[in-house]
């Protein structure tokens, strides 16, 4: 949108870098400008902030509103992090709220300042990745007045001990396909060696009930790990038209980018830890109240690659059926989830393992939703998956009270995927399929195969065409990955239902 002569920084007649630190905009209005009174603000927030589970963590979304409104989540989220741990960089990457531009501004002038003192900038850096795509540029309006960014760091400074760089990216775009781009850019980059910082509030403007409802929808449409599937949530729930909801996620295309860097990679989790709206606190009303989320991202050091030989019982799998079902009869009918009775879970049904539920009506689709990772029990997976096929499944329009009896329900626990290099790897009706290219993604369960009695070709060329969108034969230079999944459903057991 803005002429390519607003990227370039300004240089000494002896072509040297001219270094202009960036001074903070946001003190004394998000934040305290006082540094004693700042210092202790955060102290007191990471003093309440749930302990850190060991996890490696990859990146953290975090909130960008006024501190005494979102700064107790801004620190659960800062928490997860090891503040011994040595990084190379931060990259925090916040949305713009100031002024609209195509692709992202990156600050390349000089350091950033806060009340807490200076934080060094890796210049070189951040010339090389606006020298090596078009996407990147030095836009000074961008990053003058943008407080989503800032006040990120003072939460950086008090927390991390080991010295590191800032590379601050706010991006202009609202382009879902640039945010695939930027992510490209920036994969190289998203290793052990570096943490990522996503800035973003959620829902904008709904009474508090509203928000609640609205952010948990939007939390796990996050947790997805599909980019595809956040972008198919946030355009189904505008159409909700919910009063006064001016967004789901002022910062979506910060989330996009990082769900594009982490989706089809098994060795990412994302855990959402603490959840709050600014009609929590005591400076809020909850007529018009503002979402905010910590989430983390962690990273295996390690991926189990290999199928585990985990199996179910019969009783097991008519425990998770029945929790599958009381779920969508509670929610759909009185919108709200069951308890379940932990004393009846095995261990297994307690273990972390991702799942699909299905839901038939007279052998029909009528919705399909999973997820293939999890940092929670396997029945919480198969509780919030019933509830999705049954609401969320953009489809399909959702389950009605009087459709419940006549649903068939299917479920497909998944083993951990396994990165596959052709065809021949691929065993129709033992493996799942999930190709990866870019930005689009799709997958056909194992029992696909069997039901349309596919070839191996067909198998992924329907997959690649139907499900990622990248065409019959797209497959054939995308990312495949296997799973296996202990399939069962209602039918199988007699007297069931």
Partial sequence: ??????????????????????????????????????????????????????????????????YVFSGQVAANAFNQVDPDRSFDNVFVIASSHQIAFSGASIYNQGDYITPLGTVPVNINLANQLIAASSLFQFHPEADKYEHSLEVQVPFLQHHLRMPFKLVPIVLGTQSAESCEKIAEALKPWFNGKNLFVISS????????????????????????NDPDTFSAFLNTYKRKNV???????????????????????????????????????????????????????????????????????????????????????????????????????????????????????????????????????????????????????????????NEIDGLEIEISVLSPMKRISGMEELELGRDGIYIKKGG???????????????????????????????????????ELYTYEAIVFSESEFTGYK
């Fill in 440 to 478: 689009a993604a799709g997958t056909f369960l194992p029992q696909v195969a069997t039901e349309t009695g596919w070839t191996k070709e067909e198998f992924l060329g329907h997959c690649a065409q139907d499900k990622a969108g990248i065409g019959w034969d797209g497959w054939k230079d995308a």
């Fill in 201 to 224: 509030d959620f829902s904008h403007y709904p009474e508090y009930e509203e928000a609640v409802a609205a952010d948990k929808a939007t939390c796990d449409a996050i947790i997805s």
């Fill in 243 to 401: 009063p006064n909801l001016a967004t789901n996620c002022c910062g979506w295309t910060s989330v996009l980018t990082l769900l594009n860097l982490t989706s089809g990679h098994p060795g990412y989790s994302y855990t959402p830890l603490y959840y709050q709206n600014s009609g929590d606190s005591r400076y809020g009303d909850k007529k018009q109240v503002v979402g905010y989320w910590a989430i983390t991202v962690t990273r295996k050091s390690t991926v189990d690659q290999e199928t585990s030989g985990f199996s179910l019982s019969d009783q097991e799998k008519i425990r998770l059926l029945e929790i599958a079902r009381n779920t969508v009869n509670g929610y759909v009918r009185n919108k709200k989830i069951p308890k379940v009775d932990k004393s009846l879970l095995s261990e297994n049904l307690n273990l972390h393992a991702g799942a699909f539920v299905t839901l038939k009506k007279k052998g029909a689709l009528r919705g399909c939703i999973g997820r293939f990772t999890a940092t929670v029990p396997l029945y919480q997976v198969v509780q919030e998956m019933a509830v999705a096929s049954a609401t969320q499944d953009y489809r399909f329009s959702p389950v009605q009270a």
């Fill in 1 to 66: 949108m803005f002429g390519s002569q607003l990227g370039c920084s300004s240089q000494n007649s002896d072509g040297t870098s001219q270094k202009k630190d960036r001074k903070p905009a946001a003190a004394g209005r998000f934040y305290s400008d006082n540094p004693e009174e700042l210092r202790s603000m955060i102290s007191g927030f990471f003093a309440a902030a749930l302990p850190r589970d060991g996890d490696q963590v990859a990146a953290i979304i975090s909130p960008h509103a006024g």
